[in-house]
Every structure is written in C-alpha cells, then in structure tokens.
C-alpha cells in the first residue's frame, strides 16, 4: 500500500496541469470570491449617483450635503470637465440623459418646491413634493439601496425640520398648542438650528420624504436580463473553445505535420492566421447558437439588435481566438494547454463579470476586470441589448477588443517561432 500512494504521488507532482488544478485553482478561486464577499466592511460596494438640485432650498442643500457625507455612496452634481472646462451642474434633463448613457445606475432630482414641505408624516399629503429617483434597472441594487439611504439621510440632515413638522400636527391633531407651547416649540427648534450651523451635529431619527422612482432604462424590456447571462456565459464558454480549438497546433507538432505543412508555400504566419480565422469562425457560430437559443427559449430580444449582435459577436470572437492562440503557443502540450488554460480562463471569468456581475464588486476588483475580455464583451453586449445604444457608440468596446486581439496574436506569432528553427 505504501508502494502504491507513493507512485501515485510522484505521478501527481509530474503531471503539473492535475497539480494545479488540484491545490492552486481552489486557492485561487477562494481569494477572488473572498476578495469580493469578505474583504470590506460592507457587504454592497459604493453606489454612484447624480443629484440634479432643482430647488436650492436651505432643505434641498442640507439633504445633499447629507448624501455627499454618507461612506456608501459616490456622489455628483456635474459631469466631469471636458478639456478642463467645468461643465454646469445636472439638471433633470442632462441626469436622465447621463443614466441612459451609462454614467450612473441612479440619478436623483430634488425639484423645485422641496424645501416648501421636505418632510411629512402623512404620506397622502397633497402638499408634498416628490423628489425623482431615476433608475437604469440593470443594476437592480443600487435604486433600492440609495432609496433607503434617501430616507435615513433625510431623518439626519434635517432634524430641525422634523421637530417643526412634528410640532404642527401636534397642534393640528392634539387639540391645538397654546401660545407658550408654541413659543416654547419656537425656541427650542431656533436652538437645534443653531446647534446644527455651529457643530455640524445631525443626529436625529423620524420622519420621511416623498420619493417616485421611475426606470428610464430598460422599463419596455421584455426580460433583458438573459442578455447578460448569454453574453457572460457565452463568453466564458468561448474562451475554452478557443483555446482548446487553437490546441489543435500542438498536435500537428507533436505529429510531425507541422513540420510538413511548413516545408511547402506556407509560412507560420499564414498558418496561424488561418487557424485564427478558423476559430473566429467557430466561436462566433457558438454565440450565434447562444443568442438563438436565448430568442427561442427565454425570450430574449434578438433581431431588434442584429446589427450590434454581430458587430460585437465578430470582435469577440476574434479577440477570444486570438488569447486561445497565445495560450497554444506558449505551453508545450495539450496537458499544459489544458491546465493553464482553466487556470487562467475561470480566473478572468470570474473578474470579468461571467460568475458575478461587476457592479457588485469592489472598485479595485471591477478595475481587475478591465484587463480581460469579458469584461469588454459584457458591457459591449449590455450596450446593444439594453441601452440600445447604436454601432458607433460601441467604439470602446470595439476597439479595446480588437486591440486585445492585435496583441495576443502579436505575441503569439513571436512566440510560434520556434517552430520556424525546429
């Protein structure tokens, strides 16, 4: 028995690629997700969001000032200086515009007449103004997390205003206040206010705003969320296929074919640009057979978004050839191909955003996810499919693929020499 778990043993420390995936993806794949579910204070990640102050009241400011202070929100009145300029401040136009661009997956507009009556404890009050929480439901978090901290932050920054309030229906439904209450009430809540400007205390509890949301993306949408799995998904797969299809040079040269089809006309070069071609050709059929069986199946909302489909199917197949090629022809074997390629494609799934949406994750985490391909492909897809966004405000996307594609087969092509001298 000692005989047999010794060659074992030894079998297991020759094959690499089943030594790696056996003791260093585990640990991997263990860090990543602690990473993202266990190494921050809070369980969500900071919320970005727009403020359009159409009001500018004393309460209108003092709410903002609320929101600017909370730690779990990034907050911002204007879009960022172009070329150096200061841009003017959102309005509720320019914010719903910026959260159908993508800019911020909520938007708040505190309109004219808020500060009149910020705070009621009667929610059917006809008096009340409304302010506007626009969301982009893609991120379906973050409208309810900044709903909540809307109401929190309105029951702190405005205590004074809350006592005032509460000091009216007290007259109005106890019975009425005498002269000295009311003065009493007066003084107290002159007192508070002071307090407020001279300490910046605002620690207090009650009372409530009106708040209407209103989805200004993705509100016709049939069930667009399958667009994301099927790109997410479909991208992870595509990497696999890649690699494994690219793998194919291996065994030529394992076989001695390579070394005949590169003693004729054709040079490396022209090969692996016919592999590359070819694997184009096959990833981006598998996402065309993805994509379909979404339409047919889940509804997903397909030929509306043909043109943007195949733009970004075609770039992310190419791209995804291109890393599959590097992969071949960095490791020796197909053993090797197989275990660094798991290693690495699970690992850039996993930041990219094909196991878990990026806007979940840490802001130094969703910056990871920018050096990988789905990543890319994911929001390139979330354009077409949710935004409806047209070809050319892809470009980002576009071009950041393509360029990906330029430089793994670059490299790849340097790598291959090896073959040319063999």
């Known amino acids: 028995m000692i005989s047999?778990?010794?060659?074992?043993?030894?079998?297991?420390?020759?094959?690499?690629?089943?030594?790696?995936?056996?003791?260093?993806?585990?640990?991997?794949?263990?860090?990543?997700?602690?990473?993202?579910?266990?190494?921050?204070?809070?369980?969500?990640?900071?919320?970005?969001?727009?403020?359009?102050?159409?009001?500018?009241?004393?309460a209108s400011k003092r709410l903002l000032q609320g929101l600017t202070s909370e730690a779990s929100l990034v907050v911002?009145?204007?879009?960022?200086?172009?070329?150096?300029?200061?841009?003017?401040?959102?309005?509720?136009?320019?914010?719903?515009?910026?959260?159908?661009?993508?800019?911020?997956?909520?938007?708040?507009?505190?309109?004219?007449?808020?500060?009149?009556?910020?705070?009621?404890?009667?929610?059917?009050?006809?008096s009340r103004t409304s302010i506007q929480l626009l969301e982009d439901t893609s991120d379906a978090v973050a409208p309810q997390m900044v709903m909540g901290l809307l109401q929190k932050v309105a029951m702190t920054s405005m205590p004074d205003v809350m006592a005032e309030t509460g000091a009216k229906y007290i007259d109005q439904f106890g019975g009425g206040l005498t002269k000295e209450q009311k003065d009493n009430f007066d003084a107290s809540i002159r007192a508070l206010r002071s307090r407020e400007q001279r300490d910046g205390s605002n620690n207090s509890s009650g009372g409530i705003i009106a708040v209407t949301a209103r989805r200004v993306v993705g509100e016709n949408k049939i069930n667009p969320i399958i667009s994301f799995y099927a790109a997410a998904i479909g991208v992870m797969f595509l990497l696999f296929t890649a690699s494994g299809a690219a793998g194919a040079i291996l065994d030529e040269a394992e076989s001695g074919t390579l070394d005949r089809v590169l003693s004729s006309r054709v040079t490396m070069t022209k090969l692996l640009l016919g592999k590359l071609t070819y694997n184009s050709l096959l990833a981006f059929t598998q996402l065309v057979v993805m994509f379909l069986w979404g339409w047919a199946v889940f509804k997903l909302e397909l030929w509306s978004h043909i043109p943007g489909f195949l733009?970004?199917?075609?770039?992310?197949?190419?791209?995804?050839?291109?890393?599959?090629?590097?992969?071949?022809?960095?490791?020796?074997?197909?053993?090797?191909?197989?275990?660094?390629?798991?290693?690495?494609?699970?690992?850039?799934?996993?930041?990219?955003?094909?196991?878990?949406?990026?806007?979940?994750?840490?802001?130094?985490?969703?910056?990871?996810?920018?050096?990988?391909?789905?990543?890319?492909?994911?929001?390139?897809?979330?354009?077409?499919?949710?935004?409806?966004?047209?070809?050319?405000?892809?470009?980002?996307?576009?071009?950041?693929?393509?360029?990906?594609?330029?430089?793994?087969?670059?490299?790849a092509r340097r790598i291959a020499r090896r073959w040319d001298f063999a």
């Open 4 to 58: 047999i778990v010794r060659t074992a043993m030894v079998s297991l420390r020759r094959d690499r690629g089943a030594l790696v995936l056996s003791f260093v993806l585990p640990i991997v794949f263990f860090s990543i997700f602690a990473t993202i579910f266990g190494g921050r204070k809070n369980t969500t990640p900071k919320v970005h969001i727009l403020v359009a102050d159409e009001d500018q009241s004393e």
């Open 76 to 126: 911002d009145t204007r879009p960022a200086a172009v070329k150096g300029v200061e841009q003017p401040d959102y309005t509720a136009a320019s914010a719903e515009k910026a959260v159908k661009d993508g800019t911020a997956p909520v938007a708040i507009v505190i309109p004219a007449g808020f500060g009149e009556n910020p705070i009621s404890f009667q929610p059917s009050e006809g």
């Open 311 to 411: 733009v970004m199917g075609i770039c992310t197949a190419v791209s995804v050839a291109a890393f599959g090629m590097l992969l071949a022809s960095i490791c020796r074997t197909r053993a090797q191909l197989g275990a660094l390629s798991t290693l690495i494609i699970l690992v850039m799934s996993s930041i990219g955003g094909s196991m878990f949406p990026r806007f979940l994750m840490p802001e130094g985490m969703q910056k990871a996810g920018l050096f990988t391909i789905n990543a890319w492909a994911i929001d390139g897809f979330t354009k077409v499919f949710w935004r409806d966004e047209a070809i050319w405000q892809l470009w980002p996307q576009l071009l950041v693929l393509l360029g990906m594609a330029v430089v793994f087969f670059t490299v």
